[in-house]
């Protein structure tokens, strides 16, 4: 076994089955390899290229392209699933029922149903499933989380997101469970309250059901609103975020190199008088703009390093089954509304 | 008379009364004394100070608090109203009535039946009746319209467009009336389609019911699908717009001070073949990104030896009165989608 | 007179009289005319076309092409001269001559002696001598001034500026005179210390002996250096300055619209051990990035106001005949080290 | 042996020893080992931290701190060093005096005399002796090669480089030989006529004698003139290049993730009259601005495969001894520059 420096004997805490080695899985391996007290023990997929690509970077690992095979292995204690979505549900089921720890790629099944099986299946043999909303776990997100909790926005009032860029078009889902999804992730992890409602519109130019454009505006019960825009046919990239707030307002630009987060000394006041709400008097705050510096650690070591904790001391993870359902919720939610073109359907968050 | 080195005894073809001199009034005024053919005789404004501002510029002026006085002036023929929405049919209104020509600031009037109203009064006298939609005269615009007739871009598939910053906030209408008025008139200019339906969502953080955020999405008979994102309280401006096509894609940066247009040679080539539909075999093309040099025009130049044209060869204006309705038309049907979070609401484009 | 809704009765104090409307010379005229408390009585351009524009904007102004009946114009008491720099010093002298104070566009004079001889004669006149650098009055400068005093960069290392664009290229000096002369005036304004020393290198491409790209080191007593990158053939325009210290550091770029001043808490650290020197140590700090705001008042508004404070009490202005000396020494003795191909010349402050 | 799915019995041509394995070295074994028809035999480093690194990624290597050790293994053909500058004569003589193929990390050596000592080396025992200029390898730097011996440019008239950061500090030479270097091997590889002369000057803030801010301008015997701007504290990474033509113009900024080249079509007309060097006559071309597409090959995948092709071909390699002794030479002239504070200094190129 690869274990990489550790203190002989020790077996590390975090022995991975890899199933899926295509775009995000190569990253899912590096990191397990990489940080103390994990390793890949093997890697599946149904591509033997990919496998080869795998074996030659870590001789050591087992290799397979029968799913089975690899939830056999008795080394491995935490599965994690990065493959197209519409297998999540069969995949972690199995690996659940061969008495694994999960971590399945975002989104989490393709609909709550699904969802909801796994979780249950999980609570019931006390394993841990997670999903890899990684987001969550960058700097810049992290920062934002605890100015928001530090009162520095004050009330924040809007979310704004664009997300856009050319391809990757996926086969089984439409752009928002693609790209969307980052954006509902985040802000599941931002704020407390939870979205009631949503409107959503979109447009499919494949010839096929599968939209690669889509609008969607999430209703909150407080005085906040949040709009994401997500694209696969555009000929930039765009990772834009504004998060306002009634004292600052922060713009977030995942494609900046170092200043990732922004925050803004800037508002308007509404003069508090009687005439206020009819004669309008707004007035404009001009200040500072601060981009605080970010730690620079790779946000999939952050979340190794979480499911690491979480395996060693029997914690739930951050990002959790339910949370992977209420994401997957709104996006089937707001693919209904589409159809209705833009009808606000109502988010049920009762499991 | 002013006459700026005009032959003698020639009088100017286009001898503006400007009511209104706040925030755009002085921008029309200067163009109407700095451009051959054309002057200013009189200003009109409810405030002093405004009218002071005028009058220390452009001595020779007739200045006035009443719009009637400015109306009887007999050497006036074109009369420009630059004030809140709310009163342009007012004044339109009796500025036809007193046989002038008019150019009014955009939107054309608070409703489509106001539209209606002056389309059929400036008819029936045989006036003028023009909108100052002046996007429509940049020369960046201008490019993309040609693009799109060049069939450069082949299929329009989406126009989105980003137009967000801090203030200036309205008192009688909401953002979209504010700002993505600009969008529809955009739009209303390259294509001759217009669209069918509207979706729009929305919230007014203000204490009114005046949105200061809105999102709207139009829908169109052919696969084009609009999106207008719009916002008073961005702690940035913002104006971006992505124009798809099934050839080339164009991003549009108003911001920028020289190269606001781009067009991108990029998109996405979709197999033809039978299980094409089923079996999605989508690729990418990557090629040049040409910023096209534009002219350095200000767009309301354009738009005033436009209007010069009008008046002395009796041409319809390029962006009228049945241009400004459309326009209105769409921003109350939004309006009511708002109102309905969203729901899609038919735009009816018959007069 | 043109009094702008000054106290009747009340001449304003600054009454100017200006030479040269071409580029420059409007932004004088339209601040004289606009600031209250001062006026413009004439203006002198050898083209009529020139002072045709003028009048039509300020039909109260006399106009002239001859500089001899303007200086003759008993009412003005302030010359301000935005001609060719060849003809500052007749120009200058002559106004001087005829009692006038005086402000000269930049740079002050062709060479030093002609800037003492300037010097000399406002001093036997006791009139004011002031030079139009106007960076040293724009909110960016003054804020930098202002950082640099309160200790926030600690002590200053380097100064390195990059300013290019497409011409416009000037007949009778190379571009260090165009451009280099305003970082010239921004270093001589934000540090106390003058350069004992300079390097300078260039090229004419254009068949005489103007060069139209140059670039010069500074040295100073203390170890600052400044480097200065003037270009007339750059396909873009750029005005990027970096401010280097000890504590923390400055990247100034003036085509920024809002955020032109980024104050970065980065640096290094030398460990300071004995074997420092030779087994060097350095460590990065990476920090906070805070772009202050900056007020909005254009440059030149605020140097008029100044003027007109030194024409009512009697002040000496900021930057005088003697600022613009030690300017234009540096200019004279970059272009000699240019023709002996970057070789430093000593530079002598004493006046 | 690692063989990478090459055909069974198929030695790999190229097979590389690696010696230093800390910034750059493991990118070197990672395209060695990933490059069809190359591989990794062994690695040397002096700290055991970094061969454990290089043997978990690749445990079929063999690793030593003893670099005579790995010159010793037969089977390596190819000895890559990448170790401080001080290190490379030495290094290098020893491989080629083993018989090995030698890549050395830029700059070739720590003087034109050691240089020299290395080129006779290898000529004498037919060796290959390569220097690893990376940027000729980019595909921006072999788009801009194209485009000017395309004659896209017409002559080409400047070359301005910035390229600063913060750190990274070499102990054993200054900002030039870690930094301008890049420049200069980009200049060698774009213009087949070498400068004549060059101009530098610098400061150290450091306390030892190594520069870590410097500037330098080169001459060349056509009217083209270049400069490089370095500096090892700045707060912001900067790449930014122009390449000026009388045709068009060039900006390549690196740090740009795609559109890395604009190509401007503009420039400057000099009327082509009797009094034009009098009279200047000089009026502005502008035209469109193109960002042709780049290919996205890693330059130093390129790079592997040019030395593989060299090795199989037994060719010469585009960037050999006699490239690094050119560069290097310009380096020690610039750092006596440097101490003569910008007294220019011939380039001698004989051998």
């Known amino acids: 076994m690869n274990d990489h420096g550790k203190a002989t004997g020790a077996e590390p805490a975090l022995r991975a089955g890899v199933i899926g080695y295509g775009y995000w899985g190569p990253n899912l391996a590096r990191n397990f390899m990489e940080t103390p ?34 939830l056999a292995q008795p080394g491995i204690n935490l599965v994690a699933i990065s493959t197209p979505v519409s297998t999540h549900h069969k995949l972690a089921l199995a690996a ?39 987001f969550v776990f960058t700097p810049a997100v992290r920062k934002i989380k605890q100015l ?6 004050g009330d924040v009032t809007y979310y704004d997101s664009t997300r856009i860029n050319l391809g990757m078009f996926q086969h089984d889902v439409n752009v928002l469970w ?11 992890y931002l704020f407390d309250e939870k979205p009631t409602s949503v409107s959503a519109t979109g447009i499919s130019h494949l010839g096929n059901d599968i939209e690669n454009i889509a609008f969607m505006t999430l209703f909150y019960p407080t005085p906040l609103i949040a709009h994401i825009n997500v694209n ?8 834009h975020t504004l998060i306002g707030g009634s004292r600052k307002m922060i713009v977030y630009d995942d494609i900046e190199p170092t200043e990732k987060v922004k925050i803004y000394d800037k508002g308007i006041e509404i003069a508090d ?9 707004v007035s404009y705050r001009l200040g500072d ?63």
């Open 37 to 70: 007290g994990c390793t890949v023990i093997g890697v599946c997929d149904q591509k033997e290229s990919n496998l080869a690509r795998a074996k030659s970077r870590y001789p050591s690992i087992f290799t397979t392209t029968d799913s089975g095979a690899l």
């Open 96 to 134: 659940l029922r061969a008495g694994k720890n999960v971590l399945v790629e975002k989104p989490l099944a393709s609909s709550s149903t699904e969802c909801k099986d796994l979780i249950r299946e999980a609570e019931s043999r006390n394993l841990l499933l997670a999903v890899d909303h990684t």
């Open 148 to 153: 928001i909790e530090a009162g520095e926005l």
């Open 178 to 188: 693609d790209l969307a999804v980052h954006d509902l992730a985040i802000l599941d």
């Open 232 to 239: 696969w046919m555009s000929p930039v990239k765009v990772r």
């Open 273 to 281: 008088t009687v005439e206020g709400v009819y004669q309008l008097k």
């Open 289 to 351: 703009m601060l981009a605080p510096n970010l730690d620079l650690t790779e946000a999939l070591k952050a979340e190794t390093l979480h499911l690491l904790d979480c395996l060693q001391n029997h914690k739930h993870p951050l990002v959790n089954g339910k949370t992977g359902m209420r994401i997957v919720k709104i996006l089937e939610t707001a693919s209904r509304s589409i159809r209705n073109m833009g009808k606000t359907e109502r988010l049920d968050h009762t499991p």
